[in-house]
């Protein structure tokens, strides 16, 4: 996140555009950036689960960074299309990227009202321009503008260990009980698990073939030294439980 957060930074000040994606060291909840989490999520099970804790610094629920690869993009605002522009322009290349893996997603429709902030997970229901298949939420994104720049997360899952979520809450709130809707997964559409180089390869190929521009790949060490800067912020219990 502290990496994200300096791209974004980054982005701001030199008008770079970065396409990333990952995978996490070890299965971490993370929550959005304005989903209440004290009091609703079990400290003792969250640790007893073997899970670490970090609140994102882009909106929406919670996900566990497990079984997923996450991708992230920071953007100059200059350059930036309105919000709903600027998802399309994403799920543009991430539609490309999927169908690399022979994997066929198309966007959610619209619905009346956003789904309320609770324990569910949020890869039970889609939101709007999120991407489907197979009937089941594949990929959720969220994207977060400060400063002059963007930055949207967004997490494709591989297999499916989101509905363990609402074992995590404190207590039952905002409907947590209740069967919960299965996602979509690559493992599942695909027959296979792909692992996250695979993912990656995938994406950046969409991306050299959809965007008009030379891409070339960062000096992780030269991120890694700006991101520290940003590092306390999401080491801090403070700002992880502020809600």
Not at 105 to 118: D, N, V
Not at 189 to 211: H, I, Q
Request: charged content about 25%.
């Amino acid at each position: 996140m502290a990496r994200d957060t300096a791209l974004q930074a980054r982005a701001a000040a030199t008008s770079e555009t970065v396409f990333s994606v990952y995978s996490w060291m070890r299965p971490t909840l993370s929550f959005g950036r304005h989903q209440p989490a004290s009091g609703v999520y079990d400290i003792e099970r969250i640790q007893a689960a073997g899970l670490d804790v970090v609140r994102r610094p882009t909106g929406g629920r919670a996900i566990l960074h497990n079984r997923e690869v996450t991708y992230s993009v920071t953007a100059p605002l200059e350059d930036a299309a309105p919000l709903r522009q600027a998802y399309s322009r994403i799920n543009r290349i991430l539609l490309d990227g999927l169908s690399r893996l022979g994997i066929v997603a198309e966007l959610a429709t619209s619905r009346e009202r956003a789904p309320a902030p609770s324990i569910r997970p949020c890869f039970e229901t889609p939101g709007e321009g999120e991407l489907v298949a197979d009937g089941g939420k594949l990929v959720g994104s969220a994207q977060w503008r400060d400063g002059g720049a963007l930055l949207q997360h967004g997490s494709i899952l591989v297999e499916d260990d989101q509905s363990s979520l609402p074992s995590l809450a404190a207590r039952a709130v905002n409907g947590s009980g209740g069967s919960i809707a299965q996602p979509a997964t690559l493992a599942a559409l695909l027959g296979r698990t792909p692992d996250a180089a695979e993912v990656a390869s995938a994406m950046f190929d969409a991306v050299r073939s959809l965007e008009d521009v030379e891409a070339t790949e960062l000096d992780e060490d030269e991120i890694r030294a700006e991101a520290l800067q940003y590092l306390p912020r999401f080491l801090d219990e403070d700002w992880t439980w502020r809600r």
